[in-house]
C-alpha cells in the first residue's frame, strides 16, 4: 500500500509498504479521507514525533476491509470514523473514566501509524458507525469538533450567554458551531486572519474582531465583557486575554495548546481573584464510556445537520501531493483552516 510517511524533520516520503495486519480485537480500515491537525506541522517541520519513519494522520474516515477475531460489533463494508486515542484502559486514570488523562497511551498518527496511508489498523473500541446518508469527508471532522465539545463540556454553558472564542482556527470554528447548537446567545471571535474571521461569519458568529484593525481594550470597554471566554489559538497573548476580557463571575476554559511562557501583569493575574472567574483546562476529547458522550454528540450533530463543518474543509489534496497541505497552512495570512487528503474517497468495498 502507499503510505506518507515522515522519515526526517520536514521529509515526507510516500513509501509502498505492506498492509498491517490488525490484532484480534482491531480492525483494518480503508481510508477513504485524513484530515491535517495543526498538531501536525510541529511533527512534521520540528521533528516532533516519536521516531521515524512515522505517519501521520489522526482526524479520518474510512471503510472496514478487515475485522479481529475477537471483534463483534463491527463487520466488513462498515463506514466508520474513528478516535484516535488508545488508552492502556488499566491506570488510575482510564480505571476512574478519564481516558483522556491516561498515564500510557498510545496515538494513532503519533505514536502508532497513522491514516496518511492506503489502510489503517484500530481498535474497534475506537471505531464510530458513520450512518450512510453522511458524507465520509464530513465524517472525516469529527476528531476536532469533539474538541471543541469536550471544551464546553468543562464549564456550564445557558441560553443567552455571551461567548468569546479567540482563535479562528479549526478549533476556534468548531467551538463556534458548538456554541451556536447549544443555543448561546452572542458570539464574539477574535482572530488576526480575515478570511478565518469570514468563516466564522458564515458558521455562526455574530461578531468579528480583528485587533490589527481594531483595539481589543477599546471594543471590550464598548461592547461589553464575556460571560464564557474558550481561548484556542495556543497564543501567549490570546492566553491574557482570556483572563483580561472575562467577565465578573465568567468561566475561561484554555483549549489551546501552550507555545510559549505566559507572562501576566500583576493587574492582569489579579483579575482572577477580583472577578472571581472560574478557569478550566481541557485535554482532548475522551470520556468514560470511552471514546465518550463528546463523540455520540458530535456524530448525531453531523448526520442531523445541526452542525455543518463543509465551510471549514477549504482544500482536498492527494498522497502524492506530500507536504503542500502542511506548507499552506503555514503560509501567512492562509485561507487554509481544514484541508483533507483524499485516499479512498467515498467508494465503497
Known sequence: MKALAVTDIAKFELQDIDVPEPTGEEVLIKVSYVGVCGSDLPRY???????????LGHEFSGIVTEVGKNVTNLKKGDRVAVAPLVPCNHCEQCKSGHPQLCLNYSFIGSRRPGAMAEYVTAPEE???????????????????LTVAIHGLERVKTYAGQKALVLGAGTIGLMAVLALRARGVGEITVVDLNKHKLEIAEKVGADRLVNPLEENLDEYF?????????????????????????ADRKASVVFVGTCTKPVEFEPEQFELILRRELELKGSWMSYSAPFPGFEWEAALRYLATGEVDTTPLITGIYSLEDKALPLEKMREKDTKEVKVLYEIGGQEDE
Open 45 to 55: 517541520f520540528e521533528g516532533g514525533v516519536h521516531q521515524y519513519p512515522q505517519i
Open 221 to 245: 470597554k464598548e461592547n461589553g465583557l464575556a460571560s464564557l471566554v474558550l481561548e484556542t489559538a495556543g497564543n501567549h497573548t490570546t492566553q491574557v486575554q482570556a483572563v483580561q476580557y
Open 126 to 144: 475506537n471505531c464510530l458507525l458513520v450512518p450512510k446518508d453522511l458524507d465520509l469527508k464530513i465524517a472525516a471532522t469529527i476528531e476536532p
